[in-house]
């Protein structure tokens, strides 16, 4: 099976501008969770969608936005960039009742 | 509220070693699911174990060895003889019946296994 993919792998923009990540899960998985990685804040939670709802969000403003579609594939927007958006966001999937999540490569996002 | 702590930021060992990752973690819940995970300098999480709040048997991987503690809220992990390619950042991390998919991390071990 293939794994978590994220595209682009590599983003820069400029502070203002909006941006949209993707992430494909794992075939069959249909649980879809987002993190935010910095040096400063460590592994943060952004939300998960599952069945094309989100059932859980972290703490984060609503800048950051997400959603996902019928075949699982979602997508996060992060509008307004900061300079402090710039960060590793990771994508995580999981099968229904399995409490494992895997993870995809990650797209690094610079905000100049 | 939930919690990991990781007190170890840096390990430095030399090959052939054995090293042990600290990890304690705090929730009131008491079904609730703990996790290693280690990212190597490509970036990706890669998935090591996870262990329910039910189940206290320790479990051996090869060179790789987890004690989990529920009197002392701890989830330790052991590498035995250590090589160059277990360089990397370990991260432990949980999560709850309530909190769906959603993982809490601690911050971190970065290890440096030198030749």
């Known amino acids: 099976k293939a794994g978590v993919t994220q595209t682009p792998r590599y983003l820069i923009k400029t502070r203002g501008q909006q941006v949209t990540l993707s992430c494909s899960p794992i075939?069959?998985?249909?649980?879809v969770s987002w993190y935010q990685q910095t040096p400063g804040q460590g592994l943060q939670f952004l939300f998960e969608?599952?069945?094309?709802?989100?059932?859980n969000k972290g703490n984060f403003p609503g800048r950051f936005s997400g959603r996902q579609f019928s075949n699982s594939r979602s997508e996060m927007n992060v509008s307004t960039l900061e300079l402090g958006d710039s960060a590793l966001y990771l994508c995580?999937?999981?099968?229904?009742?399995?409490?494992?999540?895997?993870f995809g490569p990650g797209t690094r996002l610079t905000v100049t | 509220a939930q919690k990991v702590t990781q007190a170890q930021t840096e390990i430095s060992v030399v090959e052939k070693e054995d090293v042990t990752l600290d990890c304690v973690y705090e929730?009131?819940?008491?079904?609730?699911?703990l996790f290693w995970y280690k990212q190597p300098p490509s970036g990706e999480l890669v998935f090591l174990i996870r262990?329910?709040?039910?189940?206290?048997q320790n479990e051996i991987s090869g060179r790789y060895s987890w004690n989990f503690q529920k009197s002392t809220s701890s989830f330790n992990f052991t590498i035995t003889a250590s090589q160059v390619v277990d360089s990397a950042v370990y991260f432990c991390?949980?999560?709850?019946?309530?909190?769906?998919?959603?993982?809490?991390f601690g911050a971190g071990t970065r290890l440096a296994v030198h030749p």
């Open positions: 995580a999937s999981s099968q229904t009742g399995s409490h494992e999540q895997y």
């Open positions: 075939s069959g998985h249909r649980s």
């Open positions: 969608y599952f069945s094309e709802t989100q059932r």
């Open positions: 929730t009131r819940d008491t079904t609730y699911y």
């Open positions: 262990r329910n709040s039910f189940d206290e």
């Open positions: 991390a949980l999560s709850f019946s309530g909190g769906y998919n959603k993982l809490i």
